[in-house]
């Protein structure tokens, strides 16, 4: 995709971003994300396991990380539902990753050049949020990126849902379930 | 390690085997691992994740997988409580890994030289039963290594706590909880 294209849409996003604004009403500041009002919801890092998988930029990011999904969303990956129905909420946890010494001694002996990685430490967690009259503008989904407890800006929130417009026949959504 | 230990803890390991054998009645051929008699634990693929990793062994292992647990497992992994209470049970899911060249042609523009990989297909399935009196000899632990619905062999099921033994002080866990 040109990045002109990138530029279009996300000036085609901005324009809808109004009434997702006017919405997101009695939310705290810095706890919900701009644009889309998306909050980080409750227990999701105990969420049902979609897929994993790893994301290497060299020099800048090395990350192992699984999508969970809540209820509706792990039935709909796991039945193929598409469109996700509303509620579906999909969470993708981006860890850093780093060799792990201590594994690949183990492993030495029955498996040379054996490379084991783990994880190091958390770097972000992205949420999307399936309402499909709320997000009518953005393919029924609204995005959220959170470092810690912090949102990301409006920049940053301004390029999630260009990114995922390739994934269009599967309702904007890249991972598939991994049986 | 060295290879000779290895071959010491597999003697010392199958000295314990008798009891396991004896106990393991009732247990239809194909679906209880051998010398543990371990079944798959129905809904394992929906537990809670503890970690993710990767097992990379040039030309033979290309894996990204996740390790996932019962909430007994769950919240001692949690708490760092050691040893595991009775009851633990943690699922290693083992998938085979690709690189996602629809995954890469999106990042193309934004992120030059970006390398996504994903889950193909699913290799195996290893599980650990915590039973402190019923696996007393393999550190309390039962172990059970699966490829569809069929363990492995006994050889197989050999390696599995001697392996295991340079993580004693972790309770013989090699997997920390990502945060």
């Known amino acids: ?98 060799p792990s010494e201590y594994n690949d001694k183990v492993l030495a002996d029955a498996f040379p050049g054996a490379q084991s990685f783990v994880v190091s430490s958390r770097m972000n967690v992205q949420f999307m949020v399936k309402d499909s009259k709320k997000y009518a503008e953005t393919g029924g989904w609204g995005f959220a990126d959170f470092t810690g407890e912090k949102p990301g800006d409006k920049a940053l929130h301004e390029t999630c849902f260009p990114c995922h417009i390739p994934a269009k026949d599967r309702d904007f959504v890249f991972t598939h379930y991994a049986p």
Chains 1, 2 share one sequence.
């Open 1 to 98: 995709m040109k990045r002109i294209a990138f530029l279009l849409l996300a000036v085609a996003t901005l324009a809808g971003v109004g009434a997702y604004m006017a919405n997101a009403s009695g939310q705290s500041a810095g706890e919900s994300s701009p644009i889309y009002g998306v909050k980080i919801p409750a227990g999701y890092r105990e969420w049902k396991v979609i897929a994993v998988a790893n994301l290497l930029i060299p020099g800048k990011v090395d990350q192992v990380r699984a999508q969970v999904g809540n209820d509706i969303a792990y039935e709909a990956f796991q039945k193929g539902t598409l469109p996700f129905p509303d509620g579906s909420i999909i969470a993708a946890i981006h860890w850093n990753r780093v």
